[in-house]
């Protein structure tokens, strides 16, 4: 699926908000918007929203995951893929961590408003069977991993000054009866 929003058309103070240049390779070649909508709203339902909806298949999809040499393709070599496994396979979070993730789910308007920091919290351990501690065991970032992101960052960064790789591009967006599906 395929969503697109006219911008022209978002209400005052739209929610919509850039990801944008990332030092970490891979979120880096993802960059796009993100649409804060508040939890029990419909995305496809606003005026402002069309979706393309396309048939996809298992032959197709390996087709192109062939085309694309398994994703390597497609997004650089990642260190931090190591980092991001030893974290979702840890059942362990840190208490201050958890705090904080918890503070701002509940002051975000868009999040958990008006709950309990402590029900939140209880909430988590018991559906994501993790516990909190006071610290984790060892740091996921070791000093290779370090030197191997400092490298790719300063491969990747551009300079502001330079004037390569920033701006902005209007396009011409086709309406809905020019859609070939």
Known sequence: MIYVVDVTQTPPGSPAKPICLQPFPRPSEQWG???EIVMGQDFDTFPHVRKFVFKHNTKASERIFKQFKGGRALFPPDPLSEVAHTITQSRQIPRDIAKRFV??????????????????????EQEMGVTFSASCARSVMNPHMMNQMDAIWKQRKIP?????????????????DDLTY
């Open 33 to 35: 918007w993100v649409y």
């Open 103 to 124: 503070h701002d789910l509940i002051n975000d308007r868009f999040g958990l408003p008006g709950e309990q920091a402590q029900s939140v919290l209880h909430m988590v």
């Open 160 to 176: 502001i000054s330079s004037g390569k790789g920033i701006g902005v591009r209007f396009v011409r967006t086709r309406k809905p």
